[in-house]
């Protein structure tokens, strides 16, 4: 939850060592990482949301907050802060002596300049902003953040947002685009690690930052290395051979694979992520609510989980169970008789209409719960054409309504452990064709409940009820088809030291400082 009004947060990381303070040690050789996905389709932390692009951004970008790994915010680039009474200015004073990776002096007007553009943009996570409405810097190491309202998602999403090397953004801007073209491809933050060589289609490299704040004390890691557009077979043969160090996602044939094998480590983690069909609500045949409502009792819910042998749980709603403000809305239910009523009442008694379905490469239960759902679709006379295509080939098509799928497959992990921030990235109408309201979904009410829940602080009770009557509202309308939470599963070498999967980074923190390779 957020600090009461008018408390003042202290700095609590450590300095950089001294002089004579433990030596540094480096790993031998690099941490290689097999990815989930294709290679990132920017590095920019203002319009990134996916894996590929937040993994490299985490390690390289740093925000004025962080969160710890049991949920709570931290300082990070702030060294502390104090929030008015009315919980409407936030002031920050930042930490001294951090260096970007140009070179340049972090200071408040890289603050300032980070918030401006992210709020200009309005992509990525720049909804985390939207009550923003003024940035203003006090003195060189001192920054006033103004809201028009209280907004308890900004203070969730402060961590999310990065901050940037204002020199970088004005020496390399074009036209007023805020550089967007070159921090596409360059990664110019306070982070531990640098960009070192991006080699198109196949990987990308990151290197320790010398002047990193923290120092490097320690055990460390040098080098890490990404790997892209690895089938899983040749994942899993690199990984047992020590050539990858880590599969960020694995499905459960590679788990069973990994059992027996001493030299692997099998990890299944908690999450705040919905799996989830998104449903094209404004496509011909599923403008119709009786049609969508018909598309949930299709579903084989128990089918599904059955498939995951205990490393899921199914979703009771559009936020996951362990979200603040969650309620069950939503029973998951399979009665194709009752799905062929309602498809008839819809003037579809046979079905006869073709749907689409696009899911990704690699991720085994993506392309098993399409299968499942294609199979129980063909009962009623729905013939559903799947697709494999890349996560790019995906967010492109999903930018418009016309172009998009009439479902996706899609994993949404949520910014912050807040239902509203889930509900709100799923479905207000301002995101349509960006971020994940992949369904397209326009309903004043919706945003106004989701709004509404955002004005109030973490101790009004009505919060919850606001939250309540969204995922109750969003799921009557038949706007999504929530799958199942799953864990997270991801085997890493045993010789990996330090890493752990961490639910409340964004999209995906692997926390590269604190790796190293034993021998």
């Known amino acids: 939850e957020a600090p009461p009004a008018a408390a003042t947060a202290p700095a609590t990381e450590t300095a950089q060592p001294a002089a004579g303070a433990e030596e540094t040690v480096w790993a031998s050789k690099p941490v290689v990482v097999a990815s989930c996905c294709d290679e990132p389709k920017t590095l920019d932390p203002a319009v990134a949301i996916d894996i590929p692009g937040t993994q490299l951004i985490n390690a390289g970008y740093e925000g004025l907050t962080t969160y710890n790994r049991q ?39 890289a603050v300032k300049v980070s918030f401006d553009r992210m709020k200009a943009m309005g992509l990525g996570a720049s909804f985390f902003l939207n009550a923003v409405e003024e940035v203003k810097v006090l003195d060189d190491m001192t920054v006033q953040i103004t809201l028009s309202e209280p907004d308890i998602q900004f203070w969730y999403g402060l961590p999310r947002i990065k901050i940037v090397s204002a020199e970088a953004v004005k020496a390399h801007e074009k036209d007023g685009d805020w550089a967007q073209d070159f921090f596409r491809e360059n990664i110019v933050g306070t982070g531990a690690y640098r960009l070192d060589e991006w080699e198109r289609g196949r990987q990308i490299r990151m290197v320790a930052f010398d002047d990193y704040r923290k120092g490097w004390a320690g055990k460390h890691v040098k080098e890490f290395v990404v790997r892209y557009s690895l089938d899983m077979p040749t994942k899993m043969l690199l990984l047992e051979q020590g050539e990858v160090h880590l599969i960020d996602a694995v499905g459960l044939s590679e788990v069973k694979r990994a059992a027996n094998n001493p030299d692997i480590r099998i990890g299944a983690s908690d999450v705040f992520r919905g799996y989830y069909h998104t449903v094209n609500n404004q496509h011909e045949f599923l403008k119709d609510k009786k049609v969508r409502q018909a598309i949930l009792l299709a579903f084989p819910y ?162 919850d009820d606001l939250l309540c009557q969204a995922q109750r509202l969003f799921m009557d309308d038949a706007a999504i088809l929530p799958v199942m939470n799953q864990q997270n599963l991801d085997l890493s070498r045993k010789e990996l030291a330090g890493y752990q999967f961490d639910p409340y980074s964004y999209v995906q923190d692997l926390h590269m400082y604190d790796l190293f390779l034993e021998q």
């Open 302 to 463: 128990n089918a599904m989980i059955d498939v995951m042998e205990g490393y899921a749980t199914p979703l009771t709603s559009p936020a996951t169970s362990n979200m603040i403000g969650h309620c069950d809305v939503f029973t998951p239910t399979e009665d194709l008789e009752q799905a062929k009523a309602l498809l008839a009442e819809a003037g579809h008694p046979d079905g006869g209409f073709e749907l689409t379905m696009d899911y990704l490469p690699g991720l085994e239960p993506e392309r098993l719960s399409s299968q499942l759902f294609q199979e129980n679709l063909a009962t009623l006379g729905v013939d559903l054409k799947l697709q494999e295509v890349e996560w790019g080939t995906l967010l492109e098509a999903q930018k418009q309504v016309d172009t998009a799928p009439d479902f996706a497959a899609l994993y949404v992990t949520s910014p912050v452990p807040y239902a509203g921030a889930q509900l709100f990235r799923l479905g207000h109408s301002s995101i349509q064709g960006s971020s994940y309201n992949w369904q397209f979904y326009d309903n004043p009410e919706f945003d106004q409940l989701i709004e509404e829940a955002q004005r109030r602080l973490p101790d009004d009770p009505e919060r």
């Open 71 to 109: 949920g709570t915010i931290e300082p990070m680039l702030a060294a502390s802060w104090q929030i008015s009474d009315d919980a409407k200015s936030y002031t920050f004073k930042l930490r001294e002596g951090v260096k970007f990776h140009d070179g340049s002096d972090f200071n408040a007007d």
